[in-house]
C-alpha cells in the first residue's frame, strides 16, 4: 500500500461537507471534513474508526500498547467515532485500555447490543460501558438485527431516559436488506450501519436513498471488504484521475469514493497500525469526486 504523505489541496463538495476543527492540536493537514446527524444536526468527521478483529488482542500488552497508539493517533488526527461490539472478542476492553491511557473521554462511542436473550440486553450494555469506561453510549445499535424486536424497544427507552443520545441498527455483507428497510420505514432509527463499498454497491439502489428520506444517518463498514480490496488492488497502478481528488493510495482512493455519497455520514475503516490510521484520517482531506468521477472510480476498479 502506497502511504506517502502529501499536502492536499483542501476542496470541498458544496452542500455537503464542512471542515471539522482540530482536536488535541491536531495538524491542519490531518484536519477531514465532517457531515451533520440528521437527527439532531451534530456533526461528525466523515471517517472513524473500526475494531473487529485489528482490536481483539486479548492480555498481549504489546498488541495493546499497539492498539492504545492507534487511538491516540486517531484522536489526534481529528478523528471521533470509534465502532465496537460484543461480538468483537476483546476489543471493548482494548478501546478501554486506548482511551485510559489518552486520558480523554473525548469520542463518539458507538457500541452495539448483540444477543440473543431477550431479557438480556440491559446487562449487556452495562458490561460494554464498563469495558470502554464511558459514563454512557452516545450511540447503541442492535447488531446484524439480532432479537431486534425485544432490542430496539430497550435502546428507544434508554434514550427517552437520557441514558443513550442515538439508536441504530446494524448490517453486513448484503444481508438481511428487506429487514433493514422494514426497520427505518417503520422506526425512528437515528443511525443505520451497513456494507458499502467501490463493488459492493447494492444499498445505493434503496437503502441509502432512504436514509436520506427518512433523515437517518449512516456509518458504512467493511469499505475495504476487511483487506480483500487493498489486497486485490496491490501493485495496480492508481489512475491518472486519482490526483484530481489528492488520492495518493488506494486506500484513500476508496474511502473517498465511499464517503463522497451525499447519504454517508461516516465510514469505519479498521486498522491496528499507526501509520494506516493516518491514511485513513487524510482521506477526508482535499476534494471528494462528484458523480461523474465516482462512477469513473467505480468503474476502473470493477475492470481490474
Not at 451497513?194 to 439502489?205: G, K, Q
Not at 441509502?208 to 486485490?232: M, T, Y
Amino acid at each position: 500500500m502506497n502511504i506517502t504523505r502529501r499536502r492536499f489541496v483542501i476542496g470541498s463538495v458544496a452542500g455537503v461537507v464542512s471542515w471539522a476543527t482540530p482536536l488535541f492540536g491536531a495538524p491542519a493537514a490531518a484536519i477531514g471534513a465532517t457531515r451533520p446527524i440528521p437527527s439532531s444536526g451534530e456533526r461528525l468527521p466523515l471517517v472513524g474508526l473500526g475494531s473487529s478483529i485489528t482490536f481483539n488482542v486479548g492480555d498481549d500488552r504489546q498488541l495493546q500498547e499497539e492498539c492504545a497508539a492507534v487511538i491516540a493517533a486517531f484522536l489526534a488526527g481529528g478523528g471521533k467515532l470509534i465502532d465496537s461490539s460484543p461480538m468483537y472478542g476483546s476489543s471493548q476492553p482494548t478501546i478501554g485500555y486506548g482511551l485510559r491511557k489518552q486520558g480523554s473521554l473525548n469520542v463518539f462511542s458507538a457500541d452495539k447490543v448483540w444477543t440473543a436473550d431477550t431479557e438480556g440486553g440491559v446487562a449487556q450494555v452495562e458490561r460494554s460501558r464498563q469495558a470502554w469506561g464511558v459514563p454512557q453510549f452516545d450511540l447503541l445499535q442492535v447488531h446484524n438485527l439480532l432479537a431486534w424486536e425485544a432490542h430496539l424497544p430497550l435502546l428507544f427507552k434508554m434514550k427517552a431516559a437520557g441514558k443513550l443520545r442515538y439508536v441504530g441498527i446494524t448490517t453486513s455483507h448484503g444481508r438481511r436488506h428487506d429487514d433493514v428497510e422494514a426497520v427505518m420505514r417503520a422506526h425512528p432509527i437515528d443511525f443505520l450501519q451497513i456494507t458499502y463499498n467501490v463493488l459492493d454497491r447494492d444499498v445505493e439502489e434503496r437503502i441509502l436513498p432512504l436514509a436520506q428520506e427518512r433523515n437517518i444517518a449512516v456509518i458504512i463498514n467493511r469499505p475495504f471488504q476487511r483487506g480483500a480490496l487493498i489486497n486485490k488492488l496491490k501493485g495496480e497502478t492508481l489512475p491518472p484521475f486519482a490526483a484530481e481528488i489528492g488520492a495518493t493510495s488506494w486506500a484513500q482512493f476508496l474511502l473517498k469514493f465511499i464517503i463522497s455519497h451525499p447519504a454517508v455520514t461516516c465510514a469505519i475503516p479498521a486498522t491496528s497500525r499507526v501509520d494506516h490510521v493516518r491514511e485513513n484520517l487524510s482521506a477526508a482531506g482535499g476534494a471528494l469526486p462528484d458523480e461523474a468521477l465516482r462512477q469513473k472510480m467505480a468503474a476502473y476498479v470493477k475492470d481490474l
